[in-house]
């Protein structure tokens, strides 16, 4: 399917009006395949894929070609044992794919659960929540080269995952292939990953019980419902974007050597942090935001989350400078307060 002149406002969950001057929503490979070969100008077209838009600012029109993939494929790859791959197409929505594992018994990617975006940029960004990333359960990535349209498989030890990170996002590999499905490797066996602050306390409130010694009036946990209570979490932290635009956490965690942390801790006794190695730590960003008194401000049309101060907003009608004027005067602060600087998380197009 393709588009001229199209508003990317349905394309973007920050919903910032910008219009593309070419659209194209492919269904398959030899569809994308077909595009590449009839790009006029290889070089001088801009091209950029997106996934659902939930972590980009357009901060104008996009003069050139937005490719979107709507490759929809689920197919068991192998199974062995407990363990099993599955190849599932880069255009499912993550969160509608983590619904189908749960119910088909295929465990793994539970505390996933709720991250807007499509599978294919789950792969790019490597998303994350409550102790697990999607690298975990990531073999393997399959792309197509947007230069020549050949096919490129990314092993998952060629794709150098890291916190938020993918050789996708580093400089000469940014924005030349897309992602047309990823292999992820899913258990029969429910293990749990309940050691990230807040999920254990979530379990209790809902009267889940974690152990086999299931209290009268409890629940035993199940894969489906530690995803409802990730859900659950993440409504009451998280604005829904269909109402408040939003592209969930606006910075990234910034990890910092240990010994500049002992020094904050001095000053700031209650800084929260996780432990990244023997020499680094990371700092919640939204914590810092909070402390420097941003949480629930405005500038102008854009917003920090009243419930979340790492998440922007858009109150209605913000264009991409004003999340990038919001963006940068907290920066500013968040440095002068800590001497940290921090990075957004988001995509400026
Ligand atoms: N905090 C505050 N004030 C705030 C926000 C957070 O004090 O306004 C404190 C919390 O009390 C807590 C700490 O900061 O001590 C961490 O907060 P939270 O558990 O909410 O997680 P986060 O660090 O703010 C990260 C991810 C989220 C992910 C959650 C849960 C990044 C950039 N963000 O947020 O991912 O859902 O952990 O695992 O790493 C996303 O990437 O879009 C996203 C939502």
Redesign the pocket.
């Known amino acids: 399917m393709e588009y001229t002149d199209v508003s990317l406002k349905p394309y973007n969950t920050f919903g910032i009006d910008v219009r593309a001057r070419r659209l194209v929503v492919y269904d398959d490979i030899e569809e994308l395949r077909r595009v590449i070969a009839a790009r006029e100008g290889l070089d001088a077209t801009p091209v950029l894929h997106i996934g659902s838009g939930s972590?980009l600012l357009f901060l104008g029109d996009y003069e050139g070609l937005v490719l979107y993939c709507n490759i929809r494929n689920l197919d068991v790859v192998r199974e062995d044992g407990d363990s099993m791959i599955l190849n599932v197409g880069a255009g499912w929505i993550m969160d509608d794919f983590i619904a189908e594992c749960v119910r088909n018994r295929w465990y793994g990617l539970e505390n996933l659960s709720h991250?807007p975006g499509q599978v294919g940029a789950s792969a790019v960004q490597n998303?994350?929540?409550?102790?697990v990333e999607a690298a975990d359960n990531i073999v393997s990535v399959h792309c197509v080269d947007l230069n020549d349209g050949s096919a490129r498989t990314f092993l998952k030890t060629e794709c150098n995952y890291g916190?938020?990170h993918s050789i996708f996002k580093e400089d000469g590999v940014r924005g030349r292939y897309a992602v047309v499905s990823v292999d992820y490797r899913l258990s029969r066996k429910f293990v749990p990953r309940l050691e990230?602050?807040?999920v254990l306390k979530a379990l209790e409130e809902n009267h889940i019980s974690v152990s086999a010694d299931v209290p009268p009036g409890w629940r035993p946990l199940t894969a489906q419902n530690l995803r409802e209570t990730i859900i659950g979490i993440?409504r009451q932290?998280?604005p829904d974007p269909k109402i408040l635009g939003n592209?969930?956490?606006f910075?990234?965690?910034p990890v910092i050597p240990k010994a500049q942390f002992d020094v904050l801790r001095t000053e700031f006794p209650d800084m929260?942090s996780y432990v990244v190695d023997e020499e680094r730590v990371k700092v919640?960003?939204?914590?810092m935001?909070?402390q420097c008194g941003w949480?629930g401000r405005s500038l102008g049309r854009a917003a920090v989350h009243d419930?979340?101060?790492?998440?922007l907003v858009n109150k209605g009608g913000a264009t991409g400078k004003d999340i990038v004027a919001l963006c940068e005067a907290i920066r500013a602060s968040v440095l002068s307060r800590f001497g940290i600087t921090i990075s957004p998380?988001v995509n400026f197009i």
């Open positions: 972590n991250i998303i994350g929540a409550y102790g916190y938020r990230y602050g807040g993440r932290k998280l592209a969930g956490s910075f990234m965690n929260p919640p960003a939204g914590w935001i909070e949480k419930r979340q101060a790492l998440v998380e």
